[in-house]
């Protein structure tokens, strides 16, 4: 079922692909079905042009022969589409579980407009059941750890903190980082949290992607909610 919803997000969000367009594509099991439909596009005439978040979507890009660009080359989208790992009922976003959070918010920040598409599991009343990740620096890590650790006292006393793993070893992001997975259970105040994290200097960024996401296609077992800002 979870499948299935994906794929009619994603075919949502498609309606908006207009020929000659500059997308940001994102990355993650949802945004994959988007890729998938938008490569059906493509080989039927469609023309855009595409940055993607991460080396995996760029791979899945190239299988299906659409065409690629950078940020250094085309530093100006039209409109960024991706998934994500939550979203609560102001449009904003927890992202970063497949990893690629740094690039998908830069990628959306060059974007006119940034459309989010998911099902309906991942609506939230309030952030921070999924856990957030945040990318570091592998320079300093006990000490950004620690920071995190201080910061996460104050709204979740007792929450954990988790280095990713891939397998046995530390997962490591397309530029170079490491993420730490901060459990906070609820986040009451994401803005305030945005700020505090972004003080940390280990810190390159994190997960929380707010007043970003200007139109979202979540589709539930009676069909597609669309929100929008």
């Known amino acids: 079922m979870s499948q299935n ?8 969000a498609l309606s908006l692909v207009k020929d000659g367009m500059k997308l940001g594509i994102g990355t993650g ?3 994959n079905e988007f890729i998938r439909l938008l490569g059906e596009k493509v080989s039927d005439g469609l023309s855009i042009i595409g940055v993607p978040t991460s080396e995996k979507t760029a791979e899945l890009c190239r299988e299906l022969s659409i065409p ?3 940020l250094e080359e085309t530093p100006q989208l039209d ?10 009922e102001h449009l904003n976003l927890i992202k970063g579980g497949g990893g690629a959070l740094l690039r998908e918010k830069i990628v959306a920040f060059a974007s006119r407009e940034m ?7 991942k609506r939230v009343a ?3 059941q ?6 570091v620096n592998r320079f300093g890590l006990k000490v950004t750890r620690l920071a995190l650790e201080s910061i996460m006292e104050e709204i979740t006393p007792g929450g954990k903190i988790e280095l990713r793993k891939s397998g046995s070893e530390p997962f490591v992001t397309d530029g170079g980082h490491l993420i730490l997975d ?3 259970g609820r986040i009451p105040n994401p803005k305030e949290l945005s700020s505090n994290l972004l003080q940390v200097p280990g810190v390159v960024q994190h997960g929380l992607f707010l007043s970003m996401a200007n139109q979202i296609f979540i589709a539930g077992a009676d069909g597609i909610t669309h929100l929008s800002r």
């Open 79 to 88: 409109l960024t589409i991706d998934g994500t790992d939550e979203v609560d």
């Open 68 to 70: 690629l660009t950078t």
């Open 130 to 135: 999924f856990p957030l990740p945040v990318e």
């Open 5 to 12: 919803l994906k794929i009619d997000a994603a075919r949502a």
């Open 126 to 128: 309030q952030l921070g």
């Open 182 to 184: 901060t459990f906070f």
């Open 29 to 31: 099991s949802t945004a």
């Open 115 to 121: 459309v989010v598409i998911a099902d309906s599991s």
